[in-house]
Structure formats: C-alpha cells, structure tokens
C-alpha cells in the first residue's frame, strides 16, 4: 500500500518561500500521479499541482501557476512543492495524495494520503 508524508510546512511572512516534501513509499508503478491540495481554514480542499511519477511532467491550478513549482526525485522517492511568493491566501494545511493516471485535479478520486502539513502565511 502507497503511503505519504508531508513536512516542511511552518509559518512565514508574505512573499516569503517555502518547500514542502513529500516521502512516498511503496509507489511501484510510474503512471502514478502525486497530487498536492490544500485546505484554508472553513473551505473545502483544493487542488494545488500535480505531478506524474515516471516523467515528472508537472501541473498547477492557475492560483498558484508562477508562484509554485513541483520536481520530483525519483532516487530518494520524494516530491517537492517550492512556493515562492507566499500570501496571506495560501494559509492551509497542504496534503499530497497519489493515484494512478487520471483526472488529477479531482480531490475525490485521489486514494492514498498523507496526514497533512500545516502552512500559514502573515501579513
């Protein structure tokens, strides 16, 4: 079974940077795709980016396409979210979560996550 850790949230400044890891383990099967969503406080979960697991080719929601940028190490079996220029409305818990090939923004077709890392942003 696919598991997920994230880390590296914490609390920061606006337009202050970020980079949140996500450990993967037991992801035999490169046509997974790992997803990252968010959760503001009182709103439903979003989705952030996503990246395929064999290629690397990423994807971003266009809130965040610029500002944010995914890699992915296939070696040490981790993705990596980079936030640059932070703001006060990427106050979240950010979650990574994998599937196989899909719809990958759709947060409800995702079947492995991660507990989940807090990241928020001051003014």
């Known amino acids: 079974q696919v598991q997920l850790g994230e880390s590296g949230g914490g609390s920061v400044q606006a337009e202050a940077s970020l980079r949140l890891s996500c450990a993967v383990s037991?992801?035999?099967?490169?046509?997974?795709?790992i997803g990252w969503f968010r959760q503001p406080p009182g709103k439903e979960r979003e989705y952030v980016g996503a990246?395929?697991?064999?290629?690397?080719?990423?994807y971003y929601a266009d809130s965040v396409k610029g500002r944010f940028t995914l890699s992915r190490d296939n070696a040490e079996n981790t993705v990596y979210l980079q936030m640059n220029s932070l703001k006060p409305e990427d106050t979240a818990v950010y979650y990574c979560?994998?599937?196989?090939?899909?719809?990958?923004?759709?947060?409800?077709?995702?079947?492995?996550w991660g507990q989940g890392t807090q990241v928020t942003v001051s003014s």
């Open positions: 979560a994998a599937k196989i090939w899909g719809y990958i923004d759709d947060v409800s077709t995702y079947i492995y």
């Open positions: 990246i395929h697991w064999g290629t690397g080719y990423p």
């Open positions: 037991e992801l035999t099967d490169s046509n997974y795709i």
